[in-house]
């Protein structure tokens, strides 16, 4: 062993973190009593109903907002590309890797969102890795909330720009994050996602619109989880809030109401050629799969049709159903949101009415509070052996004692299952708290 001054020279065990990981024995834990809720082996399609591990479960912990990922026409464009262009490319979209049915479904993309262009990618997260790392440099600054996807963290951190993050929702921080970017020397570039993942609360999008432009920032919105859920044309939170002409850059994806894997980033066409021929993600990855661009222009082509509105409505009267219902049996789940006063009860799916006629909505994404990490897990548990699946965020993806159910809906829910699945809650919450103790309750008021 070689020694300098009487220390060794080699190197600390790069595993050694591994052995030593703060959660390891925590997991270990979780797995001897049964209680570790990921990586569960899922047999059919993501349907309403999927078969999972030897059993039928009421899926209310999927993406598949519109339900679309077994319809007969996305299935189709799946095949057809398939069948066209084979089952992969084998280079990059750079070189050997871009199709008639890339041009084609970023043609129709751009239209849908109301952009002059739009780039599609491999994956959703690739799409923002490619956008920061190449629109920022270690000279610029980029504005984030803490909620944000971990794929827009990621973004930065690759760009190496300087980093001003603000707590979730809070607008004062923002504020004062865009002062203090001010005297940084670069751009500045805000990003916030439309809908959050987790809380699946609308970001105030009009008021940091307006910070960003006060300031001379840039802004980009992840419409991850908006685009094909919100909105009369199922664009988004930024058509919702009638701010689509006032955004820099969308970026959206495949993964959720478009029924595959992708993603897409739309903007001026300067802005989605530099990116074109810049974003390193974009450059040195293999292009999408042929199936999986087959898949998404087909579902996007039903979103657009007339077909789309009722999907759209369909789709949050689930979550209007299961959040009304998830209240009612005293689980603690946020309010419905409460829109700006010039949108009306009914202008778009999912926009209702409340006792003083203000216009509210519920996103198909509907977390449950439980705060403690291991009555998340074992309630989880609870829920998964009485026949619904659901998923489960845990510190260190919530803050402490910010442990959640994470509940979402499809537009091919049905009443009676929804109905069902509420069933199965009040059964499931009454013998869990009889036997660890009362869950958080909803915030009054």
């Given at each position: 062993m070689a020694e300098r001054n009487g220390k060794s020279t080699l190197p600390v065990d790069l595993f050694a973190k591994i052995r030593s990981h703060e959660r390891r024995a925590l997991l270990a834990a979780a797995r001897q009593e049964g209680i570790l809720p990921y990586f569960h082996v899922i047999g059919?399609?993501?349907?309403?109903?999927?078969?999972?591990?030897?059993?039928?479960?009421?899926?209310l912990g999927s993406n598949n907002y519109l339900g679309l990922t077994d319809d007969p026409r996305v299935l189709e464009g799946a095949r057809d590309a398939l069948?066209?262009?084979?089952?992969?490319?084998?280079?990059?979209?750079?070189?050997?890797?871009?199709?008639?049915?890339?041009?084609e479904l970023e043609a129709e993309l751009a239209e849908w969102m109301g952009t002059e262009s739009a780039l599609t990618f491999t994956t959703g997260h690739q799409a923002n890795l490619s956008a920061l790392s190449a629109l920022l440099t270690p000279s610029d600054t980029v504005i984030v909330d803490t909620a944000d996807h971990a794929s827009i963290l990621d973004?930065?951190?690759?760009?190496?720009?300087?980093?001003?993050?603000?707590?979730?929702?809070?607008?004062?921080?923002?504020?004062?994050?865009?002062?203090?970017?001010?005297?940084?020397g670069g751009g500045v570039l805000v990003v916030v996602d439309s809908v959050f993942s987790m809380e699946g609360d609308i970001a105030p999008l009009r008021r940091i619109c307006e910070l960003a432009r006060n300031h001379g920032a840039r802004l980009m919105v992840d419409e991850a989880h908006g685009a094909g859920v919100l909105g009369a044309l199922g664009q988004g939170a930024c058509e919702l809030l009638g701010l689509a002409d006032r955004v820099d850059l969308r970026?959206?994806?495949?993964?959720?109401?478009?029924?595959?894997?992708?993603g897409f980033i739309a903007a001026t066409e300067e802005v989605i050629e530099y990116l074109r021929i810049t974003a390193r993600p974009f450059l040195f990855t293999?292009?999408?799969?042929?199936?999986?661009?087959?898949?998404?222009?087909?579902?996007?082509?039903?979103?657009?049709?007339?077909?789309?509105?009722?999907?759209?409505?369909?789709l949050l009267a689930n979550a209007w159903l299961l959040h009304e219902g998830l209240l009612q049996l005293g689980f603690a789940v946020s309010p419905p949101q409460t829109l700006p006063e010039d949108i009306l009860p009914g202008s778009a799916p999912g926009v209702r009415a409340d006792a003083d006629g203000r216009a509210?909505?519920?996103?198909?994404?509907?977390?449950?509070?439980?705060?403690?990490?291991?009555?998340?897990?074992?309630?989880?548990?609870?829920?998964?052996?009485?026949?619904?699946?659901?998923?489960?965020?845990?510190?260190?993806a919530v803050p402490p004692g910010g442990?959640?159910?994470?509940t979402s809906v499809m537009a091919t829910h049905d009443q009676a299952t929804i109905e069902h699945a509420l069933e199965i809650f009040a059964r499931v919450k009454r013998e869990f708290e009889a036997a660890h103790g009362p869950l958080p309750q909803p915030a009054s008021g």
């Amino acid at each position: 062993m070689a020694e300098r001054n009487g220390k060794s020279t080699l190197p600390v065990d790069l595993f050694a973190k591994i052995r030593s990981h703060e959660r390891r024995a925590l997991l270990a834990a979780a797995r001897q009593e049964g209680i570790l809720p990921y990586f569960h082996v899922i047999g059919s399609p993501a349907r309403a109903i999927v078969e999972m591990e030897g059993a039928s479960r009421i899926m209310l912990g999927s993406n598949n907002y519109l339900g679309l990922t077994d319809d007969p026409r996305v299935l189709e464009g799946a095949r057809d590309a398939l069948e066209r262009y084979g089952s992969g490319l084998t280079g990059s979209r750079l070189l050997n890797g871009t199709t008639p049915l890339h041009i084609e479904l970023e043609a129709e993309l751009a239209e849908w969102m109301g952009t002059e262009s739009a780039l599609t990618f491999t994956t959703g997260h690739q799409a923002n890795l490619s956008a920061l790392s190449a629109l920022l440099t270690p000279s610029d600054t980029v504005i984030v909330d803490t909620a944000d996807h971990a794929s827009i963290l990621d973004g930065a951190a690759l760009a190496r720009a300087k980093l001003r993050p603000f707590r979730h929702n809070r607008l004062s921080r923002l504020e004062q994050m865009l002062e203090r970017a001010a005297s940084d020397g670069g751009g500045v570039l805000v990003v916030v996602d439309s809908v959050f993942s987790m809380e699946g609360d609308i970001a105030p999008l009009r008021r940091i619109c307006e910070l960003a432009r006060n300031h001379g920032a840039r802004l980009m919105v992840d419409e991850a989880h908006g685009a094909g859920v919100l909105g009369a044309l199922g664009q988004g939170a930024c058509e919702l809030l009638g701010l689509a002409d006032r955004v820099d850059l969308r970026m959206g994806t495949f993964s959720k109401s478009l029924a595959s894997c992708g993603g897409f980033i739309a903007a001026t066409e300067e802005v989605i050629e530099y990116l074109r021929i810049t974003a390193r993600p974009f450059l040195f990855t293999a292009s999408g799969v042929p199936a999986a661009l087959g898949a998404s222009l087909a579902a996007l082509r039903i979103l657009r049709s007339a077909e789309g509105p009722a999907l759209l409505e369909r789709l949050l009267a689930n979550a209007w159903l299961l959040h009304e219902g998830l209240l009612q049996l005293g689980f603690a789940v946020s309010p419905p949101q409460t829109l700006p006063e010039d949108i009306l009860p009914g202008s778009a799916p999912g926009v209702r009415a409340d006792a003083d006629g203000r216009a509210q909505i519920v996103t198909p994404i509907i977390p449950i509070l439980v705060e403690d990490d291991w009555k998340a897990a074992l309630l989880w548990r609870a829920l998964y052996d009485a026949g619904i699946f659901v998923n489960t965020a845990l510190h260190p993806a919530v803050p402490p004692g910010g442990a959640l159910l994470r509940t979402s809906v499809m537009a091919t829910h049905d009443q009676a299952t929804i109905e069902h699945a509420l069933e199965i809650f009040a059964r499931v919450k009454r013998e869990f708290e009889a036997a660890h103790g009362p869950l958080p309750q909803p915030a009054s008021g």
